[in-house]
T-cell receptor, first 115, second 117 residues
């Protein structure tokens, strides 16, 4: 069964600190892996997208890694800011042929950055 | 930067009533989607739409649901007879090239919060 598991479920850190969020997946056939940031009451916003051949991708203070062999990904946030407080969702795209892939969503990690 | 816009932001309706949720995808995008998120749960796929027809739908998207692109800009989700369990945040999303590539991020709107009483 295609699943995406994230850990931890929630995390509290102090402003300025770094943190790493984890994502494990059992999705086949794999197409790409996406990290989204979702502020409370808003739609998810794309942070990174990685294909099978990419090991790391950065977007400002966000760095995502992908190990396609172990089916694990991480999102590292450097020098956290209060505005980083949000839910971070790992989404894996499964290739089923045709024009439409299927996105499998994780339940997200709720990050709270405190002053 | 272009955005996916959704209206209304909040909709309260009584059980059994019909609701129409509206979305304006980004203008040069070709693939459109509806997702929903029940409070505290993960985002769930409802339906994808391409070339004026449904390309895929989930088991959630039963006969009570329908989608339409009535003109060149709007994309609507209709729930024919709402149930209490339809209460959720409904997100519209669009992408220019489908979901295969790394160059095709999915852009979400800010959602419509539907409350069925």
């Amino acid at each position: 069964k295609n699943q995406v598991e994230q850990s931890p479920q929630s995390l509290i850190i102090l402003e300025g600190k770094n943190c790493t969020l984890q994502c494990n997946y059992t999705v086949s056939p794999f197409s790409n892996l996406r990290w989204y940031k979702q502020d409370t009451g808003r739609g998810p916003v794309s942070l990174t997208i990685m294909t099978f051949s990419e090991n790391t991708k950065s977007n400002g203070r966000y760095t995502a890694t992908l190990d396609a062999d172990t089916k694990q990904s991480s999102l590292h946030i450097t020098a956290s800011q209060l505005s980083d407080s949000a839910s971070y969702i790992c989404v894996v795209s499964a290739r089923y042929g045709g024009a439409t892939n299927k996105l499998i969503f994780g339940t997200g990690t709720l990050l709270a950055v405190q002053p | 930067e272009p955005e996916v816009t959704q209206t209304p932001s909040h909709q309260v309706t009584q059980m059994g009533q019909e609701v129409i949720l509206r979305c304006v995808p980004i203008s040069n995008h070709l693939y459109f989607y509806w997702y929903r998120q029940i409070l505290g749960q993960k985002v769930e796929f409802l339906v994808s739409f391409y070339n004026n027809e449904i390309s895929e739908k989930s088991e959630i998207f039963d006969d009570q649901f329908s989608v339409e692109r009535p003109d060149g800009s709007n994309f609507t989700l209709k729930i024919r007879s709402t149930k209490l369990e339809d209460s959720a945040m409904y997100f519209c999303a669009s992408t220019p090239l489908g979901l295969r590539g790394a160059n095709s991020p999915l852009h979400f709107g800010n959602g419509t919060r539907l409350t069925v009483t």
